[in-house]
Each structure stands twice: as structure tokens, then as C-alpha cells.
């Protein structure tokens, strides 16, 4: 009887092929198509600057619309890294990153978040260089967030790559800040320009002291290393009311904003900038 439902629905109860597997074989083939099928988008969650009370940076989140539903990036990238599809998919992101950008106002940055699969590529460099130039971007206004998984790997090429990229005037975050093993040497392989403390810490903040003291130490950490700080995750004014106190420079969360379509992200900036400019025309 399986034999007659074809090939696929016999593969399907394949003994041995536990689930888990059959949902990863499957994102990966349809993976493979995401980009010319044109499913793949970006949202963007702007960042608040604390002291100038306006966004300065707003990161660009993948999804894949797929199959009637929107895949989370947290399904899906851990498949395209094990595939090396998160190559050339990365690059599509990178693009679409910087196109997207060049039309905000000139004092907003855009993060996008890179892979540590993506430094073993060797070319690395060269498609950031190229989807700047493509977009008509300026480098400084381009931040790229790693992981602390990416310095485990620690080669001395990735070294040489973040160096080549900051030299451009691109900066780099460390994202996720507090969730690997080794945090804290990581800040010595490489002269980050931002860290972002990971949005765990906000979790459990209002019931644990201990999270409220690491998140304190790792904000004068970073002051005292000249690195720019970023709470993710703050959902509560309470939560933002007690990282302001510790000086934080930069916030992210759903308080503030979640990620929005770029229309709707577009319109937030271009008000905000319209507000600035009456603001300095009145004083
Ligand atoms: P991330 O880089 O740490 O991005 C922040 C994530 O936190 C986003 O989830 C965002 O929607 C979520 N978030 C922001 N504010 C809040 C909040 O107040 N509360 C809660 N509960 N969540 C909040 P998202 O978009 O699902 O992305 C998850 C992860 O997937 C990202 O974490 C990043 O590691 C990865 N990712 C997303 N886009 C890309 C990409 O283009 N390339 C790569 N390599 N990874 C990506
Ligand atoms: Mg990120
Ligand atoms: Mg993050
Ligand atoms: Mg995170």
C-alpha cells in the first residue's frame, strides 16, 4: 500500500527516520528555493537610543514565508548553517539590508546579523563591500553583529576579516552577550564596538537580583572598554526605568518596538527625523 502512494510517502515511514529529521529534511528542501521563489523577507526592529531619545540603529530580522506559514529564523537558520545554504542566503540578507537602509534618513544605522558559517566563507569581505556599494551605503552606517561562537572558532582569517571590515568603518557588535561560555576573554580577541547583553538577562530580572547585578557590571564594563552597551528584550517600563539607572546606551524590546515591515519601520523614521527638525528649528 505505501508503495502505491509513491515514492515520498514510502520514504515517510522510512524506519529510523525519527521526526525531528523528516522536519529538517524537509526545511532544507524547501530552503533551497526560498530565494528564487522570493520567500524570504526581512522585518526591522529600531533600536532607541537612550541619551539622544531617538533611533540611531535598527536591526534587520530574516523570515521565510513558506508553505502559508512564516518560519522563524530560530527554526531555520540552525538548517541552513548545517547546509551551507546560510551563504548565499546571508548575502541576499546583506542586500536587502543595505538597499533598505539607503533610503532611511542619514543617522540610521542598519545591524544585520551574520553567521560564523558565513567567515569561513572566503569572500566575506568582498560581499559586504559589494552589497554597500550596490546600495549606495555608506560603511559607517552598516553594523554587523556576531555571535561568541564566532570568536570560538577564533582563526586567525575571522580576526583578520573583522579587522578588514572595521577598518572599512563598519561596525561590530557582540550579539547575545552572557549566553556562551567564555564571554569575557572574548572582549580581549577583538576591540568590539558594541555589546548587546542578551535579552535572558531581562527575563528573570525583576525576581532575580543576581541578573539585575550582571546586567550593572557588564554596562560599566563595556563603558570602561569604550564599547557601547544594548539591553535586549525590555518588554516592561520597569525593566527600561532600572537599565537607564545603570546607563545603558541603547535599548531593544517589544516596549519600545517589535520588528516592523519596512514600510511601517520607513514612516517611524521619517516622522521621527520630521520631529527632530522641528524641535531644532524651535530652540
Ligand atoms: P537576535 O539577533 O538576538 O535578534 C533579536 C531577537 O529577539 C529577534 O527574534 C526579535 O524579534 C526578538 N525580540 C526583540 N525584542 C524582544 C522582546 O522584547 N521580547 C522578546 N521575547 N523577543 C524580542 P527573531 O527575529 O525571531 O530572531 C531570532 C534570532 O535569529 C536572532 O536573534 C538571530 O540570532 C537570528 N537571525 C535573525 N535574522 C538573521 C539573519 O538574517 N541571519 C542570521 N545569521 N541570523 C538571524
Ligand atoms: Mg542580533
Ligand atoms: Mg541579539
Ligand atoms: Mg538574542
Known amino acids: 500500500?505505501?508503495?502505491s502512494e509513491g515514492r515520498s510517502t514510502y520514504h515517510f515511514f522510512e524506519p529510523g527516520m525519527d521526526a525531528e529529521l523528516q522536519q529538517r529534511r524537509s526545511i532544507e528542501a524547501g530552503?533551497?528555493?526560498a530565494?528564487?521563489?522570493d520567500e524570504?523577507?526581512?522585518?526591522f526592529q529600531p533600536l532607541l537610543a537612550l541619551e539622544e531619545n531617538r533611533v540611531t540603529c535598527v536591526e534587520a530580522l530574516l523570515r521565510w514565508d513558506h508553505d502559508d506559514r512564516t518560519i522563524s529564523p530560530v527554526e531555520f537558520i540552525p538548517v541552513a548553517e548545517e547546509t551551507g545554504l546560510i551563504v548565499p542566503i546571508g548575502e541576499w540578507v546583506l542586500q536587502e539590508a543595505c538597499r533598505t537602509a539607503a533610503s532611511w534618513p542619514g543617522d540610521v544605522r542598519v545591524a544585520v546579523n551574520l553567521s560564523p558559517v558565513q567567515f569561513r566563507n572566503k569572500d566575506l569581505v568582498g560581499q559586504v563591500k559589494a552589497a554597500l556599494s550596490e546600495?549606495?551605503?555608506a560603511p559607517t552606517r552598516l553594523e554587523l553583529e556576531i555571535t561568541e561562537s564566532l570568536i570560538l572558532s577564533d582563526s586567525e582569517s575571522t580576526i583578520a576579516a573583522l579587522h578588514e571590515l572595521r577598518g572599512m568603518?563598519?561596525?561590530i557588535s557582540m550579539d547575545d552577550f552572557g549566553t556562551g561560555y567564555s564571554s569575557l576573554s572574548y572582549l580581549r580577541s577583538f576591540p568590539f564596538d558594541k555589546i548587546k547583553i542578551d535579552r535572558s538577562f531581562m527575563r528573570d530580572i525583576a525576581t532575580?537580583?543576581?541578573s539585575q547585578a550582571i546586567i550593572k557590571a557588564v554596562i560599566g564594563l563595556g563603558q570602561s572598554l569604550g564599547m557601547t552597551t544594548t539591553v535586549e528584550g525590555i518588554e516592561t517600563e520597569e525593566q527600561l526605568a532600572m537599565v537607564r539607572e545603570h546607563g545603558v546606551s541603547e535599548i531593544q524590546g517589544f516596549l519600545f518596538s517589535p520588528p516592523l515591515k519596512p514600510k511601517a519601520l520607513a514612516n517611524m523614521l521619517h516622522s521621527e527625523a520630521v520631529k527632530g527638525q522641528a524641535k531644532r528649528r524651535a530652540s
Open 169 to 171: 568603518g563598519v561596525r
Open 208 to 210: 532575580r537580583s543576581d
Open 35 to 37: 530565494i528564487e521563489r
Open 135 to 137: 546600495a549606495g551605503l
Open 31 to 33: 530552503l533551497r528555493l
Open 1 to 3: 500500500k505505501a508503495k
Open 40 to 43: 524570504l523577507r526581512l522585518m
